[in-house]
């Protein structure tokens, strides 16, 4: 079983920069598909990036794409999403999930990190 934790959400300007980090536990992190979701007030959950233990390749959503990257560090057990050129819209609450069960739907969610974009 592997648990997550957010961190490094935050208020940036418009145009700057932050980079999310994903810390999970259990030794079996390298075998977990990651990825990284959003949710601003009053939307729906959003797909934001993923990252495939097995091939390596990533994904991510129209709206990032360019702008935003993932990584991981399996010998650190952590996932980064360095997000760059933020915009107002990209404010959002940021979840770290674990474990894909299918076409960017996972199993093991974090409890989010706020992430705020002043115009």
């Known amino acids: 079983q592997v648990h997550v934790v957010e961190s490094g959400g935050g208020l940036v300007q418009a145009g700057g920069s932050l980079r999310l980090t994903c810390a999970a536990s259990?030794?079996?992190?390298?075998?977990?598909?990651m990825g990284w979701f959003r949710q601003a007030p009053g939307k729906e959950r959003e797909f934001v990036a993923a990252?495939?233990?097995?091939?390596?390749?990533?994904d991510y959503g129209d709206s990032v794409r360019g702008r935003f990257f993932i990584s991981r560090d399996n010998g650190q057990n952590t996932v980064y999403l360095q997000m760059n050129s933020l915009k107002p819209e990209d404010t959002a609450v940021y979840y770290c999930?674990?474990?894909?069960?299918?076409?960017?739907?996972?199993?093991?969610w974090g409890q989010g990190t706020q992430v705020t974009v002043s115009s």
């Open positions: 999930a674990a474990d894909s069960v299918g076409a960017r739907a996972y199993r093991i």
């Open positions: 259990g030794r079996t992190f390298s075998i977990y598909d």
């Open positions: 990252s495939n233990w097995r091939t390596g390749s990533t």
